[in-house]
């Protein structure tokens, strides 16, 4: 047999195993936060000393953590990964308040895409943005303006 036609045929056999194991590691992706218990503990997987309660999603997707200390936090679900955040002063770009109950965070760190949380509750969601606008707003005014650099 032609040394060729054997390199195809590897190469074909290879490709439809790893095209195999890549639709069975592809799996289901349906988790979703069910109860404030569960955001706290995504959430203490990066910030283990974290007490608090959390206000979830209408759809499971992210939650918004209210700390004790009286700071805040997000845990968010992209793709097949939970990531969690601190919501500190400076942190925030921008809130908006959409009319379909989402609250849309923009980050002032660019390598972090904007989070949309999706709360049912109209008096959460305002407590909510309300809060992450103070959170804004505290750090725009403690910001040093004889820096001028961008």
Same mark, same amino acid.
């Given at each position: 047999? @032609?040394? &060729?036609a054997i390199a195809i045929v590897a190469n074909?056999?290879?490709g439809v195993v790893l095209l195999g194991l890549l639709y069975r590691k592809r799996g289901d992706d349906t988790e979703r936060l069910t109860e404030p218990g569960q !955001? &706290? *503990?995504?959430?203490r997987m990066v910030h283990p000393t974290a007490r608090g309660g959390a206000s979830l999603a209408? *759809? $499971?997707?992210?939650?918004? /953590?209210d700390l004790a *200390?009286?700071? !805040? $936090?997000?845990?968010e679900r992209r793709g097949r990964r939970w990531n969690a955040r601190a919501l500190d002063p400076g942190? /925030? !770009?921008?809130?908006? *308040?959409? @009319?379909? $109950?989402? /609250?849309? /965070?923009?980050?002032a760190d660019f390598g972090w895409p904007k989070a949309r949380v999706l709360l049912a509750d109209p008096?959460?969601?305002?407590?909510?943005?309300?809060? &992450?606008? !103070?959170l804004r707003s505290a750090a725009a005014s403690t910001r040093d303006k004889s820096v001028n650099h961008a």
């Open positions: 047999m @032609n040394p &060729l074909l056999v290879l !955001a &706290l *503990d995504r959430y209408a *759809d $499971g997707r992210a939650a918004l /953590i *200390d009286g700071s !805040a $936090g997000l845990v942190v /925030i !770009a921008g809130v908006d *308040d959409a @009319n379909d $109950g989402a /609250i849309t /965070i923009r980050f008096v959460d969601r305002r407590r909510w943005t309300d809060r &992450l606008a !103070a």
